[in-house]
């Protein structure tokens, strides 16, 4: 225990140290301090019932009956158990570092302290991430209804914290048992998913019966809620719903019961599973490594790494579908291989190419307060296009894993750029056709063409791919600038440099825009062509620029 | 001396070791060679507790791993394939770690020095381990097995991405401990290495041991002259589909 403590005690020291000794690092880490800070002294500007910020947009809430809140949250915390607790049978949660797996592991000591330790560092983690949690969404929300959080919120906190730790310590230990008793328990598993399974869909026929019976959709929604059997099986995750809105409800007697209940079953499941003597270390081996290359994946925002681990998951091995057929030669074979891969990784991102359009559009369509604003919906595809192109950047980083290959091709680096900046350019204009044909389908007020001006809807259809080109040249130097985004402060700069690269390029063609279309008045036309030019000649700056940056870029990582 | 006798293992329905039997001796060096997925790293996995045997006896110096778990991983050093050290202790930080898990803390500063010195970490040794190499976190992970006095010594594919100074050492390293008397079991595809290195070479394939003995037996058991490499004696044999006789377990 003592060399846990040890191990612990440095790491987190180092960590520190090694924060406030880099500028680099240090200002993201004060930046965040501030941004959470900002939002603790909120909290207790509340709890003095002084004048603070609100979220007016959370008043919304003022409207909704308690008993419809309180059912809500039942169901989000019941869902999110069953999906832990169902996973638990195939995939444990146990995650360890890869350095435990190499160093701790084969140590000699006691795998009940490593478990300790890791289930002690795990609780109190839960308990920050709810806090946090609250302390975001809770503290607005029961400001918007007039609720002093304190000291109920803590109610709220330690509840959530004690069913999270319940449900965890129940999925661990599930998942202990069926790895090493995967023949012989088979059976006891299938009763107790069909257990899982079981009792959601009999609130479902419940809340169904009740809704053909009474006809009220709500009232039947909180029936099914409460149906007996989920009031059995899920009786836990009822009382921390009840708990989590103690704000609201007050605390009575018999939810202070339900607290101590729901933290002496946290208990006993800790005691539990800290007295299994199966080797905790086996199910831990397997999705502690994934986890990593997942993190990893994640931290330097390569998105590609992450589908590629979720295919081999799958055991994925033959590509399957459409494919592109090959073509070009040189940087023309990287635009195939990319448009390729790309195609054959983003599956789910094609399929919100056809049905994010849809949605948006319809939501806008139903909700906009002013109908003849509906004729310059065609400006939404400039947004579009320039929120969807800064993601171009983690497409770089993810295509600079394959640097060492990239520059030794006899390409030159302008090339190599262009080639990724085109197909990054060609999938945007995709998704603008899409986005167009959608919107003159759904909302036949930009369909016609403005007498004077001509069509904005194509106007925008044909200015937004180049308006892409220029932000994706931007997101590919800033990737190229800070291109290690296991560097939390490169992963901040970065993004910040992103941002601001994109929106600077949007400069010259604002300034256009405004200018043709308020002085010279021009058409739609016109003013499209004009920006458009501008934006393909500051894009190919930006793609020499990226080539210039690509041609000195070191991909040595040792 | 290591004992492992009819080691089954499964991960849920895939049986990656199927009934291994075999022992290192003191003062012996034994090479666990095979095709990717033959089962070396679990068979090393398995003999350090960091994954459950589903069948079968391990035992170090006649103590069991089931039984007394803690006692035999203290007579344990491993080295795993491509070595992931804590990235937020110094190098230093590191084998003190290492040595007070084993309790090994008496002489532990005049070891580390040496060991440091030995693998050209000296000037590193206040550094964090993030800043260092994959060579150099190799070298790191060799110390921290050498830095207890362990009885037994498994090193899983331990050459890679060390510079030729950092090899040598490390083959000194082995000899030195094959000479005090501890076993040693070398995981590697290294075969020159494995040659010149081990006494006794065990062949894996698909769980199970293909053949096993001194590189002279090894061409019996592969119908090959004496004058044959262990890289044509390892490709006869683990050529899918050959006529292999398999050599009865010692």
Same mark, same amino acid.
């Given at each position: 225990?003592?060399?846990?403590?040890?191990?612990?005690?440095?790491?987190?020291?180092?960590?520190?140290?090694?924060?406030?000794?880099?500028?680099?690092?240090?200002?993201?880490?004060?930046?965040?301090?501030?941004?959470?800070?900002?939002?603790?002294?909120?909290?207790?500007?509340?709890?003095?019932?002084?004048?603070?910020?609100?979220?007016?947009?959370? #008043?919304?809430?003022?409207?909704?009956?308690?008993?419809?809140?309180?059912?809500?949250?039942?169901?989000?915390?019941?869902?999110?158990?069953?999906?832990?607790?169902?996973?638990?049978?195939?995939?444990?949660?146990?995650?360890?570092?890869?350095?435990?797996?190499?160093?701790?592991?084969?140590?000699?000591?006691?795998?009940?302290? =490593?478990?300790?330790?890791?289930?002690?560092?795990?609780?109190?983690?839960?308990?920050?991430?709810?806090?946090?949690?609250?302390?975001?969404?809770?503290?607005?929300?029961?400001?918007?209804?007039?609720?002093?959080?304190?000291?109920?919120?803590?109610?709220?906190?330690?509840? =959530?914290?004690?069913?999270?730790?319940?449900?965890?310590?129940?999925?661990?230990?599930?998942?202990?048992?069926?790895?090493?008793?995967?023949?012989?328990?088979?059976?006891?598993?299938?009763?107790?998913?069909?257990?899982?399974?079981?009792?959601?869909?009999?609130?479902?026929?419940?809340?169904?019966?009740?809704?053909?019976?009474? $006809?009220?959709?709500?009232?039947?929604?909180?029936?099914?809620?409460?149906?007996?059997?989920?009031?059995?099986?899920?009786?836990?995750?009822?009382?921390?719903? =009840?708990?989590?809105?103690?704000?609201?409800?007050?605390?009575?007697?018999?939810?202070?019961?339900?607290?101590?209940?729901?933290?002496?079953?946290?208990?006993?499941?800790?005691?539990?599973?800290?007295?299994?003597?199966?080797?905790?270390?086996?199910?831990?081996? $397997?999705? #502690?490594?994934?986890?990593?290359?997942?993190?990893?994946?994640?931290?330097?925002?390569?998105?590609?790494?992450?589908?590629?681990?979720?295919?081999?998951?799958?055991?994925?091995?033959?590509? $399957?579908?459409?494919?592109?057929?090959?073509?070009?030669?040189?940087?023309?074979?990287?635009?195939?291989?990319?448009?390729?891969?790309?195609?054959?990784?983003?599956?789910?991102?094609?399929?919100?190419?056809?049905?994010?359009?849809?949605?948006?559009?319809?939501?806008?369509?139903?909700?906009?307060?002013?109908?003849?604003?509906?004729?310059?919906?065609?400006?939404?595809?400039?947004?579009?296009?320039?929120?969807?192109?800064?993601?171009?950047?983690?497409?770089?980083?993810?295509? !600079?894993?394959?640097?060492?290959?990239?520059? #030794?091709?006899?390409?030159?680096?302008?090339?190599?750029?262009?080639?990724?900046?085109?197909?990054?350019?060609?999938?945007?204009?995709?998704?603008?056709?899409?986005?167009?044909?959608?919107?003159?389908?759904?909302?036949?007020?930009?369909?016609?063409?403005?007498?004077?001006?001509?069509?904005?809807?194509?106007?925008?259809?044909?200015?937004?791919?180049?308006?892409?080109?220029?932000?994706?040249?931007?997101?590919?130097?800033?990737?190229?600038?800070?291109?290690?985004?296991?560097?939390?402060?490169?992963?901040?700069?970065? $993004?910040?440099?992103?941002?601001?690269?994109?929106?600077?390029?949007?400069?010259?063609?604002?300034?256009?825009?405004?200018?043709?279309?308020?002085?010279?008045?021009?058409?739609?036309?016109?003013?499209?062509?004009?920006?458009?030019?501008?934006?393909?000649?500051?894009?190919? !700056?930006?793609?020499?620029?990226?080539?210039?940056?690509?041609?000195?870029?070191?991909?040595?990582?040792? | 001396?290591?004992?492992?006798? *009819?080691?089954?293992?499964?991960?849920?329905?895939?049986?990656?070791?199927?009934?291994?039997?075999?022992?290192?001796?003191?003062?012996?060096?034994?090479?666990?060679?095979?095709?990717?997925? @033959?089962?070396?790293?679990?068979?090393?996995?398995?003999?350090?507790?960091?994954?459950?045997?589903?069948?079968?006896?391990?035992?170090?110096?006649?103590?069991?791993?089931?039984? *007394?778990?803690?006692? &035999?991983?203290?007579?344990?050093?491993?080295?795993?394939? &491509?070595?992931?050290?804590?990235?937020?202790?110094?190098?230093?930080?590191?084998?003190?770690?290492?040595?007070?898990?084993?309790?090994?803390?008496?002489?532990?500063?005049?070891?580390?020095?040496?060991?440091?010195?030995?693998?050209?970490?000296?000037?590193?040794? *206040?550094?964090?381990?993030?800043?260092?190499?994959?060579?150099?976190?190799?070298?790191?992970?060799?110390?921290?097995?050498?830095?207890?006095?362990?009885? &037994?010594?498994?090193?899983?594919?331990?050459?890679?991405?060390?510079?030729?100074?950092?090899?040598?050492?490390?083959?000194?390293?082995?000899?030195?401990?094959?000479? *005090?008397?501890? @076993?040693?079991?070398?995981?590697?595809?290294?075969?020159?290495?494995?040659?010149?290195?081990?006494?006794?070479?065990?062949?894996?394939?698909?769980?199970?041991?293909?053949?096993?003995?001194?590189?002279?037996?090894?061409?019996?058991?592969?119908?090959?002259?004496?004058?044959?490499?262990?890289?044509?004696?390892?490709?006869?044999?683990?050529?899918?589909?050959?006529?292999?006789?398999?050599?009865?377990?010692?």
């Amino acid at each position: 225990m003592k060399s846990l403590l040890y191990l612990e005690i440095r790491q987190l020291i180092n960590a520190i140290k090694n924060t406030t000794r880099s500028p680099k690092r240090l200002i993201p880490a004060l930046l965040m301090g501030a941004w959470v800070g900002s939002w603790f002294i909120h909290g207790i500007l509340q709890y003095t019932n002084a004048p603070g910020p609100r979220a007016p947009s959370l #008043s919304l809430i003022k409207d909704i009956p308690i008993s419809l809140l309180e059912n809500g949250v039942f169901l989000f915390i019941s869902i999110g158990s069953m999906i832990v607790m169902y996973n638990a049978f195939s995939s444990g949660m146990m995650i360890f570092s890869v350095s435990h797996i190499d160093f701790l592991f084969p140590t000699p000591i006691k795998r009940k302290s =490593v478990l300790l330790m890791k289930l002690v560092k795990d609780y109190l983690k839960y308990g920050f991430y709810v806090a946090f949690f609250f302390m975001f969404m809770g503290i607005p929300a029961f400001g918007a209804l007039n609720v002093n959080v304190v000291p109920s919120g803590f109610i709220s906190i330690a509840a =959530v914290t004690a069913l999270m730790a319940l449900v965890i310590n129940l999925s661990h230990t599930i998942n202990i048992i069926f790895t090493f008793g995967f023949e012989r328990l088979k059976q006891a598993g299938t009763i107790i998913k069909v257990i899982i399974f079981g009792a959601p869909a009999s609130a479902v026929a419940y809340g169904l019966y009740d809704f053909m019976r009474v $006809g009220n959709a709500q009232e039947s929604f909180i029936q099914a809620m409460n149906s007996p059997i989920i009031n059995f099986v899920f009786a836990p995750a009822h009382w921390c719903a =009840v708990l989590f809105l103690a704000p609201l409800n007050g605390v009575t007697k018999i939810d202070q019961l339900h607290l101590a209940l729901l933290t002496a079953m946290a208990l006993i499941s800790f005691i539990v599973l800290l007295y299994r003597r199966e080797n905790i270390y086996e199910p831990a081996l $397997g999705v #502690s490594t994934k986890f990593a290359e997942r993190r990893v994946a994640m931290r330097t925002g390569d998105y590609s790494g992450i589908r590629v681990n979720e295919l081999r998951d799958k055991g994925a091995t033959h590509a $399957g579908g459409l494919s592109i057929p090959p073509f070009g030669r040189g940087a023309v074979a990287i635009l195939w291989k990319s448009l390729l891969l790309r195609y054959r990784l983003s599956t789910t991102q094609l399929m919100m190419m056809i049905m994010l359009p849809i949605v948006l559009i319809y939501v806008i369509k139903v909700s906009l307060p002013r109908p003849e604003l509906l004729s310059y919906l065609p400006m939404v595809l400039l947004y579009v296009v320039w929120a969807m192109s800064m993601l171009a950047s983690a497409e770089m980083r993810s295509e !600079l894993k394959q640097a060492n290959i990239l520059k #030794s091709m006899p390409i030159r680096a302008w090339k190599v750029m262009l080639a990724q900046a085109v197909n990054s350019t060609l999938y945007l204009t995709a998704g603008v056709f899409v986005f167009s044909a959608v919107m003159w389908i759904l909302v036949p007020e930009t369909r016609d063409p403005d007498p004077n001006k001509g069509s904005l809807l194509l106007a925008c259809m044909f200015g937004a791919p180049f308006l892409g080109f220029v932000n994706v040249s931007a997101s590919i130097v800033s990737a190229l600038l800070y291109p290690d985004t296991r560097d939390p402060a490169q992963s901040f700069l970065g $993004g910040m440099v992103s941002f601001i690269l994109a929106s600077l390029a949007l400069i010259p063609c604002i300034v256009i825009v405004l200018g043709m279309l308020f002085a010279l008045r021009s058409s739609y036309s016109n003013i499209a062509i004009s920006v458009s030019l501008v934006n393909l000649i500051v894009g190919a !700056l930006g793609v020499a620029l990226a080539g210039v940056l690509f041609h000195r870029f070191d991909p040595t990582s040792d | 001396m290591l004992k492992v006798t *009819n080691l089954v293992k499964y991960y849920k329905r895939f049986l990656a070791v199927d009934g291994l039997s075999f022992e290192v001796g003191d003062g012996e060096i034994v090479g666990l060679l095979g095709p990717n997925g @033959a089962g070396k790293t679990t068979v090393l996995r398995c003999v350090t507790g960091i994954v459950q045997a589903s069948e079968g006896a391990i035992e170090i110096d006649g103590i069991d791993l089931e039984t *007394n778990e803690e006692e &035999v991983k203290r007579r344990i050093a491993f080295v795993p394939e &491509v070595p992931t050290p804590y990235e937020m202790l110094t190098v230093w930080e590191h084998l003190r770690f290492i040595a007070m898990a084993y309790q090994t803390m008496d002489g532990f500063e005049e070891r580390a020095d040496a060991m440091l010195h030995r693998f050209d970490l000296d000037e590193k040794r *206040n550094d964090l381990v993030l800043s260092l190499s994959k060579g150099m976190k190799q070298k790191l992970a060799i110390a921290c097995a050498f830095i207890h006095e362990a009885r &037994v010594i498994l090193l899983d594919e331990p050459l890679i991405g060390i510079d030729p100074r950092g090899v040598h050492e490390l083959k000194e390293m082995i000899s030195e401990a094959k000479s *005090n008397g501890k @076993a040693i079991l070398i995981s590697t595809h290294m075969l020159d290495t494995a040659e010149r290195l081990c006494d006794r070479i065990i062949i894996l394939r698909r769980g199970t041991i293909l053949a096993e003995g001194n590189l002279a037996e090894l061409h019996e058991s592969a119908k090959m002259g004496k004058d044959a490499s262990l890289e044509d004696v390892f490709l006869t044999l683990t050529e899918e589909g050959g006529e292999v006789e398999i050599t009865p377990l010692s």
